[in-house]
């Protein structure tokens, strides 16, 4: 099993930047992939990206592509989320998951991490 907890959040205007940070608790952290997704109210909880073990291979939503950059410190047992060029759109509660997903679509699924942080809320003003 592992631990998260999110930071990072908090309220940016529009075209601003926010980098969120989450700190994992785990022997087994790095064999995990971790990502992150968003819920907004009202709406479902999305994929935003994620990051394997390897570090190396990371994958993002195409809503955020070009904008947000996933990291992983494997040391430090910590994912960052860097975003740039914020929109009111990118509103929600961020949250960092970990998992064990299979290939290709798994890692954009919600039920393929079993590890949940609490969340932390971005705001984006217009």
């Known amino acids: 099993q592992v631990q998260l907890v999110e930071s990072g959040g908090g309220l940016v205007q529009a075209g601003g930047s926010l980098r969120l940070s989450c700190a994992a608790s785990g022997r087994t952290f790095s064999s995990y992939a971790v990502g992150w997704f968003r819920q907004a109210p009202g709406k479902e909880r999305e994929f935003v990206a994620t990051i394997l073990w390897s570090v190396i291979s990371t994958y993002y939503a195409d809503s955020v592509k070009g904008r947000f950059t996933i990291s992983r410190d494997n040391a430090e047992k910590m994912v960052y989320l860097q975003m740039n060029s914020l929109k009111p759109e990118d509103t929600a509660i961020y949250y960092c998951?970990?998992?064990?997903?299979?290939?290709?679509?798994?890692?954009?699924?919600?039920?393929?991490?079993?590890?949940w942080g609490q969340g932390t809320q971005v705001t984006v003003s217009s």
């Open positions: 998951a970990a998992g064990l997903p299979g290939a290709g679509p798994d890692y954009y699924q919600t039920n393929s991490y079993n590890n």
